[in-house]
C-alpha cells in the first residue's frame, strides 16, 4: 500500500484528560498580586516525550502558556522547570495578559 505523500497535518497538542498531571509547584506573590503555580506534564505518544506546560491561577483567573516543555521523563520537565527565576515566572505570566 503506497503512502501517502501529504499525510494530514497535526493540529497541535492536545492530550485526553486521562492523560494529564498538574501539580502544584509554589506561589508567585508581588505586592498584593499572588499566583498559584502549577505544572502540567502529559505523554505525547506521537513524538515520543513529556510536553508540559505552566499554569498561573489567581482566584478565578487562569493563565496558561503553550507547551513549553519538551523532555524526555517528567524528572527532566521538573528540572527545566526549576530552573525558571521568579522573575522569569513573572515574565512569562506578563505575556500571557
Known sequence: ???????????GFNPPLSAI?????GELARG???????????RDPDVGVIRGRIHFVAG???RIS????MEWTEKDVDL????????????????LA
Open 1 to 11: 500500500m503506497p503512502t501517502d505523500p501529504n499525510p494530514p497535518k497535526r493540529r
Open 60 to 62: 478565578v483567573i487562569h
Open 32 to 42: 498584593a498580586d499572588r499566583w498559584d503555580v502549577l505544572l502540567e506534564v502529559a
Open 80 to 95: 527545566r522547570f526549576s530552573d525558571f527565576s521568579a522573575q522569569e515566572l513573572w515574565n512569562l505570566l506578563d505575556s
Open 21 to 25: 498531571k498538574t501539580r502544584q509547584m
Open 66 to 69: 503553550s507547551w513549553v516543555f
